[in-house]
């Protein structure tokens, strides 16, 4: 039998100043709801939610993803969850990195 891997999730949320413009769809607690409830629905454990509210995604230089890199770096999380991949970063090669 296949050994089951555990999954300790960290969500990340973010919303820069340009985004609130978009409307109600980005907004910081929608991310969180639809990311909660994924989480759930597969049955991960979740560690923690990482929140850059009003932060550019043009770099990395942002709180609450040095912290989730840092989490993740030390093993307290091996899950990133984000609503979509610009959530996470405007510079796609560095976000698959």
Do not use: H
Not at 61 to 82: E, Y
């Amino acid at each position: 039998m296949a050994k089951q891997t555990i999954y300790n999730a960290g969500i990340y949320v973010r919303l820069s100043q340009e985004d609130m413009r978009a409307g109600e769809s980005l907004s910081i607690e929608n991310q969180k709801l639809i990311l909660n409830k994924y989480v759930k629905e597969q049955g991960w454990n979740l560690v923690d939610t990482y929140v850059d509210d009003g932060w550019s995604g043009t770099d990395f230089d942002r709180p609450a993803v040095q912290r989730l890199l840092s989490d993740a770096q030390s093993g307290k999380v091996n899950l990133i969850i984000c609503k979509d991949l610009s959530r996470f970063g405007r510079n796609y090669i560095e976000v698959g990195r």
